[in-house]
C-alpha cells in the first residue's frame, strides 16, 4: 500500500459516527462559517456579476443545483464553482495556519453539491467535509506550504482540489479504489499562483472555486468509471514532487484518524489575509487600553513572519496605497490603520479605502521581518504592533490571533459573525432559520434542504 491508497481507504471508509463528537460539531461550525461568507459574496463582491455572467455564458445554469442565497439553479459544475468562489470572495473564510490553507472554500461547496446530486443526508455530506478537510491538510502539511509559497502556488487552490475530490467522492460512497482514482483525476486540475497579487486580482477567489468544481468534476468522472492517475501523491511525476522541492511524504499519514486538522483550523473574525490579524487584535487592544484617537498615532511598524511579508507587507509602497479590496484585504497598513481609526475591520470596512484621512494613517504604518515572530512560523501566525503616539512607545505581542484554535470563536461569536455577514442580505429570520438548519446538519435526511431558505432575488 502507498500514501495514496492509504489515503484513499482512510477517506472513503469514514463514518460521521465514529468521528469525535467534538469533531462534529467543529464541522458544523465551519459550515456556518463559510455559508455567511458565500451569502454575503453573493450580492456584494464585486467579481460576483462577472462569474455568473460568465457561468451563463458556458451553460453552466442549466441543472437543479443550488447557490446559497440565489434563486436561479444550475448545473452541479456550474453552483460549486460559484458556491466555492463566494466562499473565498470575502477572504473572510476559514484558514488552517501551519498549511496555509482555506479549506471550508473548496470543500464545503464540493460536498454539498455531490450531497444535492445523490439525495444524500446531512450526515453523509458532514463525513465528505471531513475528509475533504483532511486530504487537503495533509497534503499541504507534506509539500510543505512554505515552499509551496516559495514557487509561487496558492495551497488554498492546488491542496483544495485533492480534498473536494476527496471530499465528493465520499459523499458518493465511492470505495478506496474509487477515491484513489478521483484524487488521480484531481492532479490534472491542481493549479493556483499567486501572481495575483500583482495587480489585486480576483483570480485568488476563482482558483479556489476552480478546485472545489474540479474535485467535484474528478469524483463524478471516477464514479463513472473514468480511471485516474496511480500513485498521484507519491509518485514520480505526483503532486508532492511535481509542486515543491524537499517535500515530506510522510507526513500526508501522520497520526491520521488520531489528530484532526479539522480541529487545528481556525475561524477569521476579520475578513482580510490572515497574516495581519494577530497586527489587528494588537491594535484593536492597543486602542481600547490608551483611549487612542487617530490623531495622536505618530507612526507603528507591524512585525510579521517573512511568510507574512510577502502576502501584506511587500513591496511597501504599493502596501501603504491599496486601490481596490483585494489590494486592501493584503495590506497589513490599511488593515492596521483601520483597526486604530475605528476600533473594528469588517467587511463594511472596506468602503473607507479612499478615505483621505484612512490614506495618511496607512502612510505612517510600515510591516518588518521580525526575528521573534518569525521564530512562532509555522505553528502559529502571529504579530508584534509597535506603536508610537503621545511621545512614547507602545507595543503589543499576539502570538496566537483571534479565531485560532486555541483561541477559538464562541458560539455566540460564531452566531453573530454569520448574522453580521448574512442577516443584510437574506433578512434576520430567514438568516436565524438557515444557521439553525446547518446546526442540525447532521440530522436531515436530504442535506438539499440546506439551500431551501428564502433568497433575495437574483
Not at 105 to 125: K, L
Not at 206 to 214: I, L, N, Y
Request: charged content about 20%; hydrophobic content about 45%; some cysteine.
Amino acid at each position: 500500500m502507498g500514501i495514496t491508497q492509504d489515503l484513499s481507504a482512510f477517506a472513503s471508509g469514514l463514518r460521521l459516527e465514529a468521528l469525535p463528537p467534538e469533531v462534529v460539531a467543529r464541522a458544523r461550525d465551519l459550515v456556518l462559517d463559510l455559508v455567511g461568507n458565500i451569502v454575503r459574496a453573493r450580492h456584494e463582491a464585486e467579481s460576483t456579476p462577472a462569474l455568473l455572467a460568465a457561468v451563463k455564458a458556458l451553460g453552466l445554469d442549466r441543472g437543479d443545483s443550488r447557490v446559497f442565497a440565489d434563486r436561479a439553479t444550475y448545473s452541479p459544475a456550474g453552483a460549486t464553482l460559484i458556491n466555492a468562489t463566494l466562499g473565498h470572495s470575502l477572504d473572510f473564510d476559514d484558514t488552517h495556519a501551519v498549511a496555509v490553507v482555506h479549506p471550508g472554500a473548496p470543500v464545503i461547496p464540493a460536498a454539498i453539491t455531490a450531497g444535492e446530486m445523490v439525495g444524500a443526508s446531512g450526515a453523509e455530506v458532514l463525513a465528505g467535509i471531513v475528509a475533504g478537510y483532511e486530504v487537503a491538510l495533509r497534503l499541504a502539511l507534506a509539500l510543505p506550504a512554505g515552499a509551496h509559497y516559495d514557487r509561487g502556488f496558492h495551497p488554498s487552490a492546488t491542496c483544495g482540489a485533492f480534498g473536494a475530490a476527496a471530499a465528493a467522492a465520499r459523499v458518493f460512497g465511492l470505495d478506496a479504489a474509487g477515491m484513489a482514482s478521483a484524487l488521480g483525476i484531481a492532479l490534472s486540475q491542481s493549479a493556483g499562483s499567486l501572481q495575483f497579487l500583482a495587480n489585486g486580482a480576483w483570480t485568488k477567489r476563482f482558483q479556489v472555486g476552480w478546485a472545489g468544481m474540479a474535485g467535484l468534476t474528478a469524483a463524478t468522472l471516477a464514479r463513472e468509471g473514468f480511471k485516474g492517475a496511480a500513485d498521484a501523491i507519491e509518485g514520480k511525476h505526483g503532486f508532492l514532487r511535481s509542486y515543491a522541492p524537499e517535500p515530506q511524504p510522510e507526513r500526508v499519514l501522520q497520526d491520521i484518524g488520531q489528530v484532526w486538522e479539522l480541529m487545528l483550523t481556525g475561524v477569521k473574525p476579520y475578513p482580510s489575509c490572515r497574516w495581519g490579524h494577530a497586527g489587528i487584535d494588537a491594535a484593536l487592544a492597543l486602542r481600547a487600553e490608551l483611549g487612542l484617537e487617530a490623531g495622536e498615532i505618530e507612526g507603528a511598524t507591524l512585525g510579521i513572519s517573512r511568510a507574512g511579508m510577502l502576502l501584506v507587507g511587500s513591496p511597501p509602497e504599493r502596501k501603504a496605497n491599496p486601490t481596490n479590496i483585494v489590494d486592501g484585504q493584503f495590506s497589513g497598513p490599511f488593515v492596521i490603520a483601520t483597526a486604530l481609526a475605528t476600533g473594528a475591520m469588517g467587511w463594511d470596512s472596506y468602503a473607507q479605502l479612499q478615505d483621505p484621512a484612512r490614506k495618511a494613517l496607512m502612510q505612517k504604518i510600515t510591516c518588518e521581518n521580525d526575528p521573534e515572530i518569525e521564530a512562532e512560523f509555522p505553528a502559529n501566525m502571529s504579530g508584534k504592533l509597535t506603536l508610537r503616539a503621545r511621545g512614547q512607545t507602545f507595543t503589543r505581542t499576539v502570538i496566537v490571533p483571534k479565531g485560532e484554535p486555541d483561541n477559538f470563536l464562541s458560539e455566540a461569536e460564531l452566531r453573530a459573525k454569520f448574522g453580521g455577514l448574512a442577516d443584510a442580505v437574506l433578512g434576520a429570520e430567514a438568516a436565524s432559520a438557515l444557521a439553525e438548519t446547518i446546526a442540525r446538519m447532521d440530522r436531515l435526511n436530504d442535506v438539499s434542504a440546506l439551500l431551501q431558505h428564502p433568497a433575495e432575488a437574483a
